[in-house]
């Protein structure tokens, strides 16, 4: 049997989470520095990046827009740590 906290608990839509975690993030995060090996890079019709940053313990999805890649001064690569 379900306890009261979960029957009362708010189901939240896809949207409505992603909202809540960027509200959240931006607030804490305004401006944040990351370092981490790059891994899985994928660089799709030479515009765009897809890549993981990741550390010993973690990794994060990262998407790279070729607005905010195109004047890097350094080529982004697997392995490389940035």
């Known amino acids: 049997m379900e306890d009261n906290k979960t029957l009362k ?4 839509t896809v ?7 960027r509200k959240n993030l931006e ?28 550390d010993e313990n973690s990794k994060i999805r990262v998407v790279m827009f070729h ?6 001064l350094f080529n982004i690569k697997e392995g490389l740590h940035i």
């Not at 608990?9 to 939240?12: A, E, G, L, R, T």
């Not at 995060?29 to 990741?54: A, P, R």
């Not at 607005?67 to 890097?72: I, P, T, Y």
């Open 67 to 72: 607005s905010n890649n195109k004047n890097l």
């Open 9 to 12: 608990s708010k189901i939240y």
């Open 15 to 21: 949207s409505e989470l992603n909202l809540e975690i």
């Open 27 to 54: 607030s804490s995060y305004s401006y944040i520095w990351l370092e981490g090996e790059v891994s899985n890079f994928y660089f799709h019709d030479k515009k765009h990046m897809y890549f993981d940053l990741k």
